[in-house]
T-cell receptor, first 113, second 113 residues
Framework: GNSVTQMEGPVTLSEEAFLTINCTYT??????LFWYVQYPGEGLQLLLK?????DKGSNKGFEATYRKETTSFHLEKGSVQVSDSAVYFC????????????FGTGTRLTVIP | SQTIHQWPATLVQPVGSPLSLECTVE??????LYWYRQAAGRGLQLLFY??????ISSEVPQNLSASRPQDRQFILSSKKLLLSDSGFYLC????????????FGDGTRLSIL
């Protein structure tokens, strides 16, 4: 079956620190992988995606590389800002036409000045 | 561009009362539509999805139902709310075809008293 395992939070970092949030997956076939971000009181926003092995998704300084050999899609950012404080969700989509997403439990990131 | 609207943003309802949450999408046709629930501090649970008018798939047994009376309208309902129905409800849409990301509304926070 499909599932996503995400690094437990919360994560607290100082401004300009390096961020890694680990995400591994189990899937049948070749899923697409996504990172979503949720700011307080809001819905989820697509942060980045990758649709095949070795693809690197990037946006707003965040990056993640689709690693088929380790079934991972770790989120990284070289220098976090206070405005990056949010909950981050890793997700994979099934290969049906319904595009159902399987989410990790989310990782809360707090960046302090 | 495509937009998704969800309302109301906040709702407080007594136990046993009915519920109707509405979601509409603009700027696209024949989208896949989804309802999720996010309990406090938890990940997202897919409740329903729809790949077309009148086509509803339920992911979990529950006290809720969904309907899609028009192509870009998705409604979440209940005849009698339970305390356990409290949570943050998110509507999302995606394009047809594989590997399409989902795009989320701003959510409805439902509190049951």
């Amino acid at each position: 079956g499909n599932s996503v395992t995400q690094m437990e939070g919360p994560v607290t970092l100082s401004e300009e620190a390096f961020l890694t949030i680990n995400c591994t997956y189990t899937a049948t076939g070749y899923p697409s992988l996504f990172w979503y971000v949720q700011y307080p009181g809001e819905g989820l926003q697509l942060l980045l995606k990758a649709t095949k092995a070795d693809d690197k998704g990037s946006n707003k300084g965040f990056e993640a590389t689709y690693r088929k050999e380790t079934t991972s899609f770790h989120l990284e950012k070289g220098s976090v800002q206070v405005s990056d404080s949010a909950v981050y969700f890793c997700a994979l989509s099934d290969q049906t036409g319904a595009n159902n997403l399987f989410f990790g439990t989310g990782t809360r990131l707090t960046v302090i000045p | 561009s495509q937009t998704i609207h969800q309302w109301p943003a906040t709702l407080v309802q007594p136990v046993g009362s009915p519920l109707s949450l509405e979601c509409t999408v603009e700027g696209t046709s024949n989208p896949n539509l989804y309802w999720y629930r996010q309990a406090a501090g938890r990940g997202l649970q897919l409740l329903f999805y729809s790949v077309g008018i009148g086509q509803i798939s339920s992911e979990v047994p529950q006290n809720l139902s969904a309907s899609r009376p028009q192509d870009r309208q998705f409604i979440l309902s209940s005849k009698k709310l339970l305390l356990s129905d409290s949570g943050f409800y998110l509507c999302a849409w995606s394009g047809q075809g594989q590997n399409q990301p989902q795009h989320f509304g701003d959510g409805t926070r439902l509190s049951i008293l």
